[in-house]
T-cell receptor, first 117, second 115 residues
Framework: AQKITQTQPGMFVQEKEAVTLDCTYD???????LFWYKQPSSGEMIFLIY??????QNATEGRYSLNFQKARKSANLVISASQLGDSAMYFC??????????????FGTGTRLLVSP | KAGVTQTPRYLIKTRGQQVTLSCSPI?????VSWYQQTPGQGLQFLFE???????NKGNFPGRFSGRQFSNSRSEMNVSTLELGDSALYLC??????????????FGPGTRLTVL
């Protein structure tokens, strides 16, 4: 069964510093997708970044980048130049399968990030 | 483009009652998935609807059901509510077109409290 592990319950970072949120995954499938979502206290899950298992380049989206190490089965999120608005819960998620038949996401337990001035 | 909308945002019910939650996907998205989020169990997949048919189902009892309409709007129903059903229910929509990069976009959620 697929599984996502986020070992950092909480992280603290100062404004303008970079932070790395860890995510490891377990799957027997060769084709899968990895996602990061941000959940502010309001509850809405905001999509940040996607990495496909066959993608050779690490994904980047503005201040977000994904450090994908396939052999280690890790997909860490790097946030550069943290901002106060980045304070939130961050979830790593995985979707198995390359085709659209699989829409189920499996989530990790999340990491609460607190950015201080 | 408007995002995923969910109604109502908050609900308070008592044990034994039933509840219906609604989700309107992003325009053009035909897939709607539902998730339950609780402090104890985290985020868990409930089910997915596409073209008015349930395509995937998570490990939840039959009290949890859903449907999708021809305009892709979806409803989720929970019958005979239990205290443990108190949770944030999140709906997500996707286009289900680009297989490898299809992304689920979430709504603001419905917070259900069962007393």
């Amino acid at each position: 069964a697929q599984k996502i592990t986020q070992t950092q319950p909480g992280m603290f970072v100062q404004e303008k510093e970079a932070v790395t949120l860890d995510c490891t995954y377990d799957t027997s499938d060769q084709s899968y997708g990895l996602f990061w979502y941000k959940q502010p206290s309001s509850g809405e899950m905001i999509f940040l970044i996607y990495q496909g298992s066959y993608d050779e380049q690490n994904a980047t989206e503005g201040r977000y980048s994904l450090n994908f190490q396939k052999a280690r089965k890790s997909a860490n999120l790097v946030i550069s130049a943290s901002q106060l608005g980045d304070s939130a819960m961050y979830f790593c998620a995985m979707r198995e399968g390359r085709n659209t038949g699989f829409q189920k996401l499996v989530f990790g337990t999340g990491t609460r990030l607190l950015v201080s001035p | 483009k408007a995002g995923v909308t969910q109604t109502p945002r908050y609900l308070i019910k008592t044990r034994g009652q039933q509840v219906t939650l609604s989700c309107s996907p992003i325009s053009g998205h035909r897939s709607v998935s539902w998730y339950q989020q609780t402090p104890g169990q985290g985020l868990q997949f409930l089910f997915e609807y596409f073209s008015e048919t349930q395509r995937n189902k998570g490990n939840f009892p039959g009290r949890f059901s859903g449907r999708q309409f021809s305009n892709s709007r979806s409803e989720m129903n929970v019958s005979t509510l239990e205290l443990g059903d108190s949770a944030l229910y999140l709906c997500a929509s996707s286009s289900r077109v680009a297989a490898s990069t299809d992304t689920q976009y979430f709504g603001p959620g419905t917070r259900l409290t069962v007393l």
